[in-house]
Antibody
């Protein structure tokens, strides 16, 4: 079945970087955009950006410009999200989510299980 | 990009209908027919309930429906059931190929 499996929980110190992986199965990674969404404890969903795995292009929300990088490795059907210069308010659950069709305008039909990232000194 | 505006909470009794609004601008909700709605139960990943304003994915109950008028989109749940109690988020495509979420609405089934 179609699913996204994310890497495990991370604990990082302020100023460090974190890289979360998202392995796709049951479909072709390059056939759908991949989005990243985060949710701080007790807060709402925040859209971070998308990557087009087919041509390795990406687009990031203004709040994350300069700190986030989304990449992919098509040989292992995996997308990555790296966030740098971590702060305590980056503590959140990070989700990858697939666009249901090819293109940036597709809603998010398949979600990963989430990766907890804790930033603490 | 500012978050879309949703009511913090709504409630209804089993069998009743409720509507959750999602207000944006002409640069997002009003400018595109790419509004989606997600249901999230505690400690679970969100689930797509409505896409492209009013379309239901396969497997989603027809008790869920979506609509849009101007800069405001709406999610209506009819025949409320206990299992519908969850947080609901709207999401809209915006200019510059970006997306934005609403702040979320907590639905309580009384």
């Amino acid at each position: 079945q179609v699913q996204l499996v994310q890497s495990g929980a991370e604990v990082k110190k302020p100023g460090a970087s974190v890289k979360v992986s998202c392995k796709a199965s049951g479909y072709t990674l390059t056939g759908h955009y991949m989005h990243w969404v985060r949710q701080a404890p007790g807060q709402g969903l925040e859209w971070m950006g998308w990557i087009n795995p087919n041509v390795d292009s990406s687009n990031y929300a203004q709040n994350f410009q300069g700190r986030v990088t989304m990449t992919r490795d098509t040989s292992i059907s995996t997308a990555y999200m790296e966030l740098s210069r971590l702060r305590s308010d980056d503590t959140a659950v990070y989700y990858c989510a697939r666009g249901y069709n090819y293109g940036p305008r597709s809603a998010l039909d398949i979600w990963g299980q989430g990766t907890v990232v804790t930033v603490s000194s | 990009q500012s978050a879309l505006t949703q009511p913090a909470s709504v409630s209804g009794s089993p069998g009743q209908s409720i509507t959750i609004s999602c207000t944006g601008t002409s640069s997002d909700v009003g400018g595109y027919n790419y509004v989606s709605w997600y249901q999230q139960h505690p400690d679970k990943a969100p689930k797509l309930m409505i896409y492209d304003v009013s379309n239901r994915p396969s497997g989603v109950s027809n008790r869920f429906s979506g609509s849009k008028s101007g800069n405001t989109a709406s999610l209506t749940i009819s025949g409320l059931q206990a299992e519908d109690e969850a947080d609901y988020y709207c999401n809209s495509y915006t200019s510059s190929s970006l997306w934005v979420f609403g702040g979320g609405t907590k639905l309580t089934v009384l």
